[in-house]
């Protein structure tokens, strides 16, 4: 491990009585936060390289950084490099252990989170401890008690045979790749391949006939513990983990997800450490399995239909209606997370195209989609621009992808973290406007229930030609009869009071506004400014 003791002292032990209120009070539950994924491996830049444009991500209005997995692993064709070779050491392409040290701190210097993509199962038939585990199995055979107390072969399922066990188990057996000819492939259920160089032995496989970690073997328990701590120790903010419905021991198949497990011995032993102020994400989708989802400090909830998921955050599509009349059902999957006590993680969709609008008109619609996403949908993600239909592929792209609506985002993205109104979890009541093709609502405080306070009012136009809105507040009492423009740093439009209170907003083609404006106690009282 590169981390010395001074730095697990430091960094990682805080107090217990910490751990519990860590995972309710939480970094990511203080603010809005802004996250941006950097595939360093995949686009070949080193984390000195990525270091040196972090000052560039900050400016743009990115709170948090997600270096996609920096362990060292297997070939980049196996999990687009998310195959370890050692999971506790850095993958040399992208630099050395010191450099993953300054590159957490160059990011904390400039008030970034620092996240990982992570996924404590997968493994590469090349891994030095794999190797270790097929000469066990070879010399003392598939039981586990034969084994050595320490053998890494105690981490995975092994059989004698590779018939099917138990009726879940597919019956296809196939025999292990050569190292350099991993690849990436879905097994669906699982399956038993059988390795020569273990004695003929079988492993128990989920993806690409590569070897798992069972996270429900003791072994493999307390290995995932270390391996979580040790991460913990080098500075990193919080974790996004890849794939756990796959984990063996938790799934497949996933009708037997059992996510007891991953909380167990995944969440609480990172709620444990520095005070409970390192974050567990996962990839888990619209609260498909709600244990899962309770458990996790934050799930996706994507613009894609989820099979037992709730409804997705599909903004194009009301983009192209030119209606928002589907947006609030849509963040129901938001809400529901949030009342679990977790983070919703929503992500535009660059991919998206609008055929009815010109080519002119394609950023407008999609920066339309990330500012509605951003501004309602509680952690922004942005993972992938869709730039010459790379998306998230594998391969050496070249330079990182800046999104061109990354500059109109950026006051978006900063406005957001400037009031509590906006942060993950406030209220937000819809508001009347003069229009069905524009969306108001206030967010940070409920009608009958705003103190002296500031709310913030968002404000989206999806109709593609200009709209002078008015929005109507007949359910709340307002202080001042001027907002902030929060986007601007500027006052904002004026609040009426004639007919009840009411505000006159114009926003261009595919707009949008946001901004502060100040509750009153009183139910009917509007002070003079």
Same mark, same amino acid.
């Given at each position: 491990?590169?981390?010395? #003791?001074?730095?697990?002292?430091? !960094?990682?032990?805080? /107090?217990?009585?910490?751990?519990?209120?860590?995972?309710?009070?939480?970094?990511?539950?203080?603010?809005?936060?802004?996250?941006?994924?950097?595939?360093?491996? $995949?686009?070949?830049?080193?984390?000195?390289?990525?270091?040196?444009?972090?000052?560039?991500?900050?400016?743009? #209005?990115?709170?948090?950084?997600?270096?996609?997995?920096?362990?060292?692993?297997?070939?980049?064709?196996?999990?687009?490099?998310?195959?370890?070779?050692?999971?506790?050491?850095?993958?040399?392409?992208?630099?050395?252990?010191?450099?993953? !040290?300054?590159?957490?701190?160059?990011?904390?210097?400039?008030?970034?989170?620092?996240?990982?993509?992570?996924?404590?199962?997968?493994?590469?038939?090349?891994?030095?401890?794999?190797?270790?585990?097929?000469?066990?199995?070879?010399?003392?055979?598939?039981?586990?008690?034969?084994?050595?107390?320490?053998?890494?072969?105690?981490?995975?399922?092994?059989?004698?045979?590779?018939?099917?066990? %138990?009726?879940?188990?597919?019956?296809?057996?196939?025999?292990?790749?050569?190292?350099?000819?991993?690849?990436?492939?879905?097994?669906?259920?699982?399956?038993?391949?059988?390795?020569?160089?273990?004695?003929?032995?079988?492993?128990?496989?989920?993806?690409?006939?590569?070897?798992?970690?069972?996270?429900?073997?003791?072994?493999?328990? =307390?290995?995932?513990?270390?391996?979580? %701590?040790?991460?913990?120790?080098?500075?990193?903010?919080?974790?996004?983990?890849?794939?756990?419905?796959?984990?063996?021991?938790?799934?497949?198949?996933?009708?037997?997800?059992? $996510?007891?497990?991953?909380?167990?011995?995944?969440?609480?032993?990172?709620?444990?450490?520095?005070?409970?102020?390192?974050?567990?994400?996962?990839? =888990?989708?619209?609260?498909?399995?709600?244990?899962?989802?309770?458990?996790?400090?934050? *799930?996706?909830?994507?613009?894609?239909?989820? =099979?037992?998921?709730?409804? *997705?955050?599909?903004?194009?599509?009301?983009?192209?209606?030119?209606?928002?009349?589907?947006?609030?059902?849509? !963040?129901?999957?938001?809400?529901?997370?949030?009342?679990?006590?977790?983070?919703?993680?929503? &992500?535009?969709?660059?991919?998206?195209?609008?055929? +009815?609008?010109?080519?002119?008109? /394609?950023?407008?619609?999609?920066?339309?989609?990330?500012?509605?996403?951003?501004?309602?949908?509680?952690?922004?993600?942005?993972?992938?621009?869709?730039?010459? +239909?790379?998306?998230?592929?594998?391969?050496?792209?070249?330079?990182?992808? @800046?999104?061109?609506?990354?500059?109109?985002?950026?006051?978006?993205?900063?406005?957001?973290?400037?009031?509590?109104? !906006?942060?993950?979890?406030?209220? &937000?009541?819809?508001?009347?406007?003069?229009?069905?093709?524009?969306?108001?609502?206030?967010?940070?405080?409920?009608?009958?229930?705003?103190?002296?306070?500031?709310?913030?009012?968002?404000?989206?136009?999806?109709?593609?030609?200009?709209?002078?809105?008015?929005?109507?507040?007949?359910?709340?009492?307002?202080?001042? /009869?001027? *907002?902030?423009?929060?986007?601007?740093?500027?006052?904002?439009? *004026?609040?009426?009071?004639?007919?009840?209170?009411?505000?006159?907003?114009?926003?261009?083609?595919?707009?949008?506004?946001?901004?502060?404006?100040?509750?009153?106690?009183?139910?009917?009282?509007?002070?003079? @400014?």
């Amino acid at each position: 491990m590169f981390c010395s #003791g001074t730095i697990l002292g430091a !960094l990682v032990f805080g /107090q217990a009585a910490g751990a519990q209120a860590g995972a309710q009070n939480g970094w990511w539950h203080t603010s809005h936060f802004a996250e941006k994924v950097f595939q360093a491996r $995949a686009y070949q830049h080193t984390l000195n390289e990525t270091a040196g444009m972090l000052p560039d991500v900050k400016s743009r #209005g990115y709170s948090v950084v997600n270096l996609d997995w920096p362990v060292m692993s297997g070939p980049v064709n196996l999990y687009g490099g998310f195959g370890p070779k050692d999971y506790y050491h850095v993958e040399p392409l992208i630099g050395t252990d010191e450099d993953w !040290l300054n590159f957490v701190e160059v990011a904390h210097s400039l008030d970034l989170k620092v996240v990982s993509w992570f996924n404590p199962s997968y493994f590469w038939t090349g891994a030095t401890d794999f190797k270790t585990a097929e000469a066990h199995i070879t010399e003392y055979g598939v039981d586990s008690s034969s084994l050595p107390p320490d053998s890494p072969a105690r981490w995975f399922r092994w059989a004698t045979t590779c018939k099917p066990s %138990t009726a879940g188990e597919s019956g296809h057996t196939n025999t292990k790749p050569r190292d350099e000819d991993a690849d990436s492939f879905y097994n669906g259920n699982g399956r038993w391949v059988m390795d020569p160089d273990a004695g003929g032995a079988c492993y128990w496989s989920v993806f690409s006939d590569q070897p798992s970690g069972d996270l429900s073997i003791p072994e493999w328990q =307390e290995e995932v513990k270390r391996i979580f %701590t040790h991460w913990v120790g080098t500075g990193i903010d919080g974790f996004m983990l890849d794939a756990p419905y796959d984990y063996i021991g938790v799934g497949p198949p996933k009708s037997d997800l059992d $996510a007891t497990l991953i909380r167990e011995v995944i969440i609480d032993t990172v709620h444990a450490l520095r005070d409970g102020q390192v974050a567990v994400f996962g990839e =888990e989708y619209s609260s498909r399995e709600p244990d899962l989802a309770r458990s996790l400090d934050g *799930s996706i909830v994507g613009n894609w239909e989820v =099979e037992g998921g709730l409804r *997705s955050l599909d903004v194009a599509t009301l983009i192209r209606a030119g209606s928002p009349a589907e947006l609030e059902s849509m !963040l129901e999957a938001v809400d529901a997370l949030h009342e679990m006590g977790s983070v919703a993680r929503t &992500r535009p969709d660059f991919c998206q195209w609008y055929d +009815d609008f010109s080519e002119d008109d /394609q950023l407008p619609a999609n920066v339309l989609q990330a500012a509605t996403i951003a501004m309602l949908g509680g952690y922004y993600e942005l993972m992938s621009t869709c730039q010459d +239909d790379i998306g998230a592929g594998i391969g050496d792209f070249g330079d990182y992808e @800046i999104w061109a609506g990354e500059a109109q985002m950026a006051p978006v993205l900063r406005a957001m973290r400037k009031m509590p109104a !906006l942060y993950p979890g406030t209220s &937000r009541s819809v508001v009347a406007s003069n229009s069905t093709s524009a969306y108001a609502a206030v967010r940070g405080c409920k009608p009958g229930s705003c103190g002296q306070e500031q709310a913030a009012l968002v404000v989206l136009n999806f109709q593609n030609s200009p709209q002078t809105l008015e929005v109507r507040f007949p359910q709340f009492a307002l202080q001042a /009869q001027v *907002s902030g423009d929060l986007l601007t740093d500027e006052d904002g439009p *004026s609040i009426i009071q004639e007919d009840g209170l009411h505000m006159s907003v114009t926003l261009p083609p595919l707009g949008f506004g946001l901004y502060s404006i100040q509750m009153s106690e009183e139910p009917t009282a509007v002070l003079q @400014i």
